[in-house]
């Protein structure tokens, strides 16, 4: 018998949660049922008490099903150095699959018991551009305007909200959970822009707030399930690993209410934009950087990236010199200190984060994780010559082998341009990653085909230990 309401009296009562899914109010509709949500999202909520997610999977059944089949519960193990915990998350009140009951999530949308509709759906869930131009095609044209099912996610809130608004259901906030320049922002132009497509404006009421979310939460391994089940006593499906460190800064934009996040710490705010920009372009621009570098020296995960001779030494630099001058930081915070703080994260043995995972999706990642942050050097006159490096790894990673020939998988959805572009100017032309006043600058498209060439003649590990080009 694995997890589920009827065993949940054998788990460890320290590790039960404080209500059950049956007790709480289907306030919040979420679509995107990933790792993220579930050890993140879901953590604030059950620690906020009272309401309930009604969890979305828009596309793959697995998780779903293995959640129905828990009747909702599963494990967060969080994990470090000491140890792991597990605590049980019981708030999904509801469970539906967009992909076969797409009426379902909007009818969840319209419902007045909902006053919050999150999203974790990655960049690409979107569909939009750099610029923030939704990409229309047949498809999603017909499900904006009704002539089929709305499957995707701009299809789901469009009908959703439309269905609300004739519902007369209320105010509700719509919160981006993805990292994202500008998440709300760019959310409320995808959405305004959806809506013109089957034309209709967005109705009154509706808000979206901008967020800046961050815990490393993994994909899911056999030793999470291991892990999971040692510590609850019974089998548990669909756990999720983390580290111990959460943080959420979420614009107090709510027309209809929301949680009380606070209480599990959340920092509500009016403007969320410098914890936004330190956090993509410093934790997750140097991600990257353990991403790219890692994978190519054959390192398969970002605590082992990050313990390559001279790593540390070179990440600190580029933190100090490159992204801090381009970065102003929350009041009372420093850019050195805060990147000290990701690079102990990063360090954590027991999270076991893929650099194949972090790296997947460059082309979508790249904008705000690193191409602003070199624009903006660069214009204010600095070499930014590490950026350049995490960008020639990038570079060498598209070629799609590491250093020892082996292959590397490019998840990505340019992938077909990327493997057909070899050179540094060919990558830097395409522009729904770059800006032309990067191509236009020779100088520094030397210094990227230089480190390219470094990393191509002596390779990764090498480049880093000598930590110079
Ligand atoms: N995992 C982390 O450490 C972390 C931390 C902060 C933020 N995030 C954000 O959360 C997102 C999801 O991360 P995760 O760890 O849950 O990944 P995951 O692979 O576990 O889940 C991805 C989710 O996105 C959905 N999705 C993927 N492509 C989609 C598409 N085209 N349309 C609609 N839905 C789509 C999937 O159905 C799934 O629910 C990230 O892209 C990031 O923006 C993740
Ligand atoms: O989730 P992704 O694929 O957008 O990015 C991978 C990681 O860089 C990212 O998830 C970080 O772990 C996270 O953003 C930390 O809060």
């Known amino acids: 018998m694995g997890l589920s309401l009827s065993t949940l009296d054998t788990v460890p009562r320290e590790s039960r949660p404080p209500a059950l899914p049956g007790d ?13 949500h579930r050890a993140h999202q879901a953590v604030y909520t059950q620690a906020a008490g009272g309401w309930g997610i009604v969890g979305v999977a828009p596309r793959s059944r697995d998780v779903l099903d293995r959640l129905r089949a828990q009747d909702g519960l599963y494990s967060v193990v969080t994990v470090d150095g000491d140890g792991s915990r597990a605590d049980v998350i019981g708030v999904h009140c509801g469970l539906l699959h967009g992909g076969s009951d797409p009426d379902a999530v909007v009818a969840a949308i319209a419902d007045p018991r909902t006053r919050v509709v999150t999203l974790t759906v990655t960049e690409k869930g979107y569909r939009l551009d750099a610029a923030g131009n939704l990409t229309v095609d047949e498809g999603l044209r017909a499900e904006l305007t009704g002539a089929a099912p709305p499957l995707s996610t701009p299809g789901a809130l469009v009908r959703g909200l439309l269905a609300r608004e004739a519902a007369g259901a209320g105010p509700l906030a719509v919160l981006c959970s993805d990292n994202m320049r500008g998440n709300g922002a760019r959310l409320r132009g995808m959405v305004t822009q959806a809506l013109g497509v089957a034309g209709r404006g967005v109705p009154a009421g509706i808000s979206f707030p901008s967020a800046m979310v961050d815990r490393i939460v993994p994909a899911t391994t056999s030793r999470t399930l291991d892990l999971a089940h040692t510590a609850l006593g019974v089998p548990d499906a669909a756990p999720v690993t983390a580290e111990p460190f959460m943080q959420w800064v979420i614009e107090d934009d709510f027309p209809g ?27 997750l621009g140097v991600h990257s950087g353990l991403a790219y570098l890692g994978a190519l020296a054959g390192v398969e995960t970002i605590d082992r990236a990050l313990s390559l001779p001279g790593m540390v030494d070179l990440m600190e630099r580029l933190i100090r010199d490159d992204i801090a001058p381009t970065v102003t930081p929350p009041p009372g915070v420093t850019v050195v200190g805060y990147g000290a703080q990701a690079l ?4 954590n043995p027991a999270l076991g984060h893929r650099t194949l995972q972090v790296a997947m999706d460059g082309t979508q990642k790249l904008p705000y994780r690193l191409v602003e942050t070199i624009v903006d050097g660069r214009r204010a006159g600095l070499p930014m010559e590490l950026a350049a490096l995490v960008l020639a790894a990038w570079m060498r990673f598209t070629r799609g ?18 493997r057909g572009g070899s050179t540094v100017d060919e990558l830097l032309a395409i522009e729904e990653v770059f800006p032309p006043v990067l191509r236009e600058d020779r100088e520094y498209v030397a210094r990227v085909e230089h480190w390219l060439g470094a990393l191509e003649s002596g390779g990764a590990a090498d480049t880093v230990k000598a930590g110079h080009g």
Do not use: C, Q, Y
Request: proline share 10%; net charge negative; charged share 25%.
């Open 24 to 36: 709480l109010t289907p306030g919040i509709v979420h679509i995107g049922l990933g790792a993220f």
């Open 257 to 283: 209410g929301r949680p009380r996040w606070e209480r599990a710490g959340a920092i509500l705010t009016d403007d969320v934009a410098p914890w936004e920009s330190m956090k993509l372009r410093v934790l």
């Open 344 to 347: 102990h994260r990063f360090a």
């Open 401 to 418: 082998t590491a250093d020892d020939g082996s292959p590397l998988p490019l998840n990505d959805p340019l992938a077909d341009r990327l």
